[in-house]
């Protein structure tokens, strides 16, 4: 379709059904875009709010982007919990000086909250697909944001027991970084050079859904859920694990511990959002 065809297209297609808000349902009047690609997607000069504010306009009221929470400092220097407390700095929670975790450090941008667990609904189970594309950048920002250059060698997806892919047609976490290379193209500072690597990790057992469990039975739930084939892939190299939700941190500490305990040089986990 040429450009103008396209753009033709789009205003019927808005006249007959305008878009909504995905979480409230209230008409929106999303800002005129560019479709054509990732040129200017990443804008280094803005911070998570901002970038949250512009990558959620078209999909979002300016109501429900008001009631998304970025997560700030002060937070848990390990797993990234952010501090009811606004004052001080970063330190060790009370969880993770108890029982230190296997990764590195933990973070994410945004606080699991109202708001932001109805995009994730609507991206993970409700065919919302084309969320990825500001899911992806808002997790690519918060790379930059907490990740120093040159700091990993390897990203691999939390992967889904193959039954599950099968139901959702999809990996959710893997969506959310296959477009980075090209982000990282794009940009005018190095990240260094990374693998995206899918063939690393595999879900072996399909665990019953970790939602209501405590923590206790979140890591006995999924103990051993995980194995590792091309081990020379990770040997020596620093891991990110990407995920989507971070709650209680059990699959990724579990993920983490057999990447550890097969070579790898360390571990970090990046998720989209954090349950506070
Ligand atoms: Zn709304
Ligand atoms: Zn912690």
Redesign the pocket.
């Known amino acids: 379709m040429s450009t103008s065809v396209k753009k033709i297209f789009k205003i019927v297609t808005e006249t007959i059904f305008p878009p909504k808000?995905?979480?409230?349902?209230?008409f929106?009047d999303p800002p005129q875009s560019d479709d054509n690609g990732y040129s200017n997607a990443v804008d280094l000069s803005l911070d998570i709010q901002s970038q949250v504010e512009r990558l959620f306009a078209k999909y979002?009221?300016w109501?429900?982007i008001g009631g998304l929470v970025v997560v700030e400092s002060p937070l848990c220097s390990c797993c990234g919990l952010p501090f009811e407390s606004r004052h001080g700095l970063d330190h060790c929670c009370g969880d993770c000086s108890a029982a230190p975790k296997t990764f590195r450090i933990a973070r994410a941008p945004m606080v699991y909250e109202q708001v932001f667990t109805e995009v994730i609904h609507c991206y993970k189970y409700k065919g919302k697909i084309q969320l990825a594309r500001p899911l992806g950048e808002l997790l690519f920002s918060a790379l930059r944001l907490f990740w120093n250059q040159d700091s990993i060698d390897v990203v691999i997806p939390v992967p889904l027991h193959l039954k599950r892919f099968r139901q959702r047609g999809f990996n959710q976490a893997y969506l959310l970084i296959r477009d980075w290379q090209t982000f990282a193209e794009l940009m005018p500072l190095d990240l260094g050079d990374f693998e995206i690597e899918r063939d690393v990790l595999f879900r072996t057992v399909s665990t019953t859904p970790q939602t209501g469990l405590d923590r206790r039975q979140r890591a006995a739930n999924i103990k051993d859920a995980f194995e590792l084939v091309n081990e020379a892939k990770i040997i020596d190299k620093r891991i990110l694990l990407v995920d989507d939700v971070y709650t209680t941190g059990a699959t990724v500490d579990e993920c983490a511990r057999l990447l550890l305990h097969h070579g790898a040089a360390q571990v970090d986990v990046l998720s989209l959002a954090r349950a506070v």
Do not use: A, E, P
């Open positions: 808000c995905l979480v409230c349902r209230s929106i979002l009221c109501n429900c």
